[in-house]
């Protein structure tokens, strides 16, 4: 209904005579409102965008001819008039409507093309508060609104990627239809929503506010995909205009659209890598199911692929491998003698990118850099009725005063590994052990109920890796194992020794610390204490 309250009913074609333009991205822009005029719809326009419409020698009307009242304030008021809103909100079969329009002499709007202030982009690069402030759209948002609510007479058009669609509705009698209305209205809704929920979440964290009274998460859709987690599950994927390195801004090379699956576990894989800089040298990641299965760092970019496969070559079958440095031929060489889904790498280099292509189906992503742990950010998860708010972890351990609580102290070697096995920690699903050596992961044991379980798994894990390498001892001997979250009890800790491990980094905080600590003493192991856990469910 148009308005239910008098028993109005939409009509079902309307035609379009009149059409307001005002657009920030003016894509495509000249080229509809030409195809606008050659339908004879007269055109409507304001500041920048009716220059652009002038001079490609458009007949357009200025939209101070309709409120008969010149922009003012540096264009911060130009469209906010009942000239404008009154075009765009009047039912036309609404006597008292149509009577007020005649009276006051205003013009029905029957289309709007709008989009809004990059105040997103601006956001994105770090601009001051005064140029952020400054691209808040508020006309935009107020006619969107006011269009798509009258959607039962009024045309609106967010997205330039529907302007073809509009004129091949408009060729159909020059009219368009009350479905196509609807749908444009909704997505008109959905992008002021997330227009708003930008400005509202960037207000949130310059002043500091952890819980807003509201808090809106708003995204747009980069694609819709074949299926979610599973078949029978629909998904889409959404970028919130972040701007961070990962998988959301990555340019895809080459291979077939990303799953659903893919996404999550590339995202894991090269937020964990990014725990190692590559001015610090090649490090390289491998992802299962959103879990390590193997990290290691190397001489050479190959070499830490090589060393991070073979902490569980088995399940890195089919896995995501990600790198912090461009990707070479010689690793790229080695990697497509597995099967792998993705590689994600901040850039790569020709001679790479030739050799991945004769696997045309292999998904190869480049970001252009990697992500800083250190920055803040928010991370959401969805609950029955709710939405979990929290901010991201970015908790480095090399920012850390670490304590040495037992009567041995770590070697330099055995602090390293202590620190490479802690940022690998930081990434397994809980309860998580990691064994590392030699900046090399050793074996990973990962989401179990029980901690000691996962020390279990971890040290069977290198066990296995030792067999295929054909090394008389696994790795986890002379290693350091680390534990994303405090030992409740020894026992974690015993099968941590038993598998070889010399040097312990664990958070601390038990009421059984004490414990703990006398029995690294009576194994002679050095441990230490971070203070900061890294729970990852």
Known sequence: ???QSKKIPAPDRVAVKTALLSVSDKTGIVDVAKALAARGVALVSTGGTHKALSEAGLAVRDVSELTGFAEIMDGRVK????????GLLGIRDDADHQAAMQAHGITPIDLTIINL????DVRAKGADYPTTVENIDIGGPAMIRASAKNHAYVTVITDPSDYATLIAELDQGGETTLAFRKRMAAKAYARTAAYDATISNWFAEELQIDAPRHRVIGGELK???????NPHQKAAFYVTGENRPGVATAKLLQGKQLSYNNINDTDAAFELVAEFPGEKGPACAIIKHANPCGVATGPSLVEAYQRALACDPVSAFGGIIALNRRLDA????EIVKLFTEVIIAPDVDDAARAVI?????LRLLVTGGLPDPRIPGLSAKTVAGGLLVQTRDNGMVDDL??????????SAQELEDMKFAFKVAKHVKSNAVVYAKDGQTAGIGAGQMSRVDSARIAALKAEEAARAMGLATPLTKGSAVASEAFLPFADGLLSAIAAGATAVIQPGGSMRDA??????DDAGVAMVFTGMRHFRH
Do not use: D, Q, S
Request: hydrophobic share 45%; proline share 9%.
């Open 330 to 333: 010689a690793t790229a060489e």
């Open 79 to 86: 469209t906010l008039h009942p000239g404008v809103h009154g």
């Open 223 to 229: 694609e819709e995909m074949r299926y979610g987690e």
């Open 401 to 410: 005063e670490l304590k040495v609580v037992t009567k041995r102290a770590p």
């Open 515 to 520: 414990e703990v600590i006398a029995a690294a």
């Open 357 to 361: 292509a004769a696997k045309p189906n």
């Open 1 to 3: 209904m148009a308005v």
């Open 117 to 120: 202030y990059p105040f997103e």
